[in-house]
Each structure stands twice: as structure tokens, then as C-alpha cells.
């Protein structure tokens, strides 16, 4: 497998959430390591990203990666274990629901039906891998793939 360097994203229009989302589908992490701040007005994820750009047949990578999303008003999760901070979480999605403009929501899609909303006064997001990537224990599939992945 073919080195790549640590990826880094910045979303400052809802354009810009589709890639964020891209590189973040099947991310896996601990409820433990969602960070609200409130009179910061940013929401921190620390997850274990699937390197997607770098996947070939076979297992792949993952890596420790941060999102971190600025200008947030409010936080609510449904069906996620508040509290439970060692429960994993695996990420679908995340998408931009436009509010008034410049403001909406940055809505992250779990598998098993949770969800993070984040309220924001505008797209601010920022990603970045935080270390060397390692073998991953398995290639994530979808029921629209074929055995073995895509």
C-alpha cells in the first residue's frame, strides 16, 4: 500500500461538507470523544477514519483523525448513548441542512439510526489525520457492494 499524506479538509460553504463527508464515511469512534464547547461554540470528533484515498483489495488503513466544527449554537443527539462514553459509534454521513443563509445544520448520520445536529451560524469545518495510519481489522461494506468492496 502506497504511503499518502495525512489528509486535511477545510468546509467553509455547504459545497464544501459532500468531500468532508466522503472522507469521514465509516469512521468509527467513542462517544467519549465528542467535545461540546459551548462558550467556544465548537464541537470537536476524534474518530478512527477508514482511509478510503488509499484503499486497495484488501483490509486497508485507518487513521486517527479530528473534525472539528466552529460557529455551533446547539448540540442534540438522538439515539446516541449521552453518557455512555466507551459505546462505538460508526459514521455514515454528515450533511448540510440550510437554514437562513448563512446559518443551518451540520447533521451526522450513525449506523443503527443515531444522529448528532449541530446548529451553525455558517460551515466552518476542519479536518485533520493526527497520526500514521495502521492496518485496519477489515474493509467496511454496504449492502450495494460486492463482496470484497468496490
Not at 465528542?34 to 487513521?63: C, D, I, M, Q, S
Not at 440550510?98 to 445544520?105: L, Y
Request: some cysteine; glycine content about 10%; overall charge negative.
Amino acid at each position: 500500500m502506497t504511503a499518502t499524506a495525512p489528509l486535511r479538509l477545510i468546509a467553509r460553504e455547504p459545497d464544501d461538507v459532500p468531500p468532508v463527508s466522503a472522507a469521514l464515511q465509516d469512521a468509527v469512534g467513542q462517544i467519549g470523544d465528542f467535545h461540546y464547547e459551548p462558550n467556544a461554540r465548537r464541537f470537536t470528533l476524534a474518530l478512527n477514519r477508514y482511509r478510503w484515498e488509499g484503499a486497495r483489495k484488501g483490509r486497508g488503513e485507518r487513521v486517527r483523525t479530528a473534525l472539528q466544527a466552529g460557529e455551533v449554537t446547539a448540540a442534540r443527539g438522538h439515539r446516541l448513548k449521552q453518557g455512555a462514553d466507551d459505546a462505538v459509534v460508526s459514521l455514515l454521513s454528515v450533511t448540510f441542512e440550510a437554514g437562513d443563509p448563512p446559518s443551518g445544520a451540520l447533521v451526522f448520520t450513525f449506523s443503527g439510526g443515531g444522529v448528532l445536529r449541530l446548529e451553525v451560524d455558517c460551515v466552518d469545518l476542519v479536518l485533520a489525520d493526527l497520526s500514521d495510519p495502521w492496518p485496519a481489522s477489515a474493509r467496511p461494506q454496504h449492502p450495494d457492494e460486492p463482496e470484497g468492496g468496490a
